[in-house]
């Protein structure tokens, strides 16, 4: 069982950045694969970004590549986004997500490839 926290939300202008953390309980968290999603009012949920558990592999949406970047630290249990040149179309709720499958080109980006969720935490971009 792995339980997922997410922090580091808030509001930030247009061109701002913030650190999105998840914290995880389990000891077996570091073998996992990890991956942010979000979701903006009346949207579906949608990738955002994902990493193996070893960190020697990672991706990006199309829509945050040169901006956002996903990085984990095994040995405190958290991965996070680091997230450059907010735009107020990334206003959304940013969720974590693990997954006990290896990191696979095929499935890292679909939600019903993780098996665990935070709860999720809001981000606004005011412009």
């Known amino acids: 069982q792995v339980q997922l926290v997410e922090s580091g939300g808030g509001l930030v202008q247009d061109g701002g950045s913030l650190r999105l953390s998840c914290a995880a309980s389990?000891?077996?968290?570091?073998?996992?694969?990890v991956g942010w999603f979000r979701q903006a009012t009346g949207e579906e949920r949608e990738f955002v970004a994902a990493?193996?558990?070893?960190?020697?592999?990672?991706n990006t949406a199309d829509s945050v590549k040169g901006r956002f970047t996903i990085s984990r630290d095994n040995a405190k249990n958290a991965v996070y986004l680091t997230m450059n040149n907010l735009k107020p179309e990334d206003t959304a709720v940013y969720y974590c997500a693990a997954s006990g499958a290896q990191y696979h080109s095929g499935t890292y980006a679909l939600q019903g490839s993780y098996n665990y969720w935070g709860q999720g935490t809001q981000v606004t971009v005011s412009s």
């Open positions: 990493i193996s558990w070893d960190s020697g592999r990672a």
């Open positions: 389990g000891r077996i968290f570091n073998t996992y694969t």
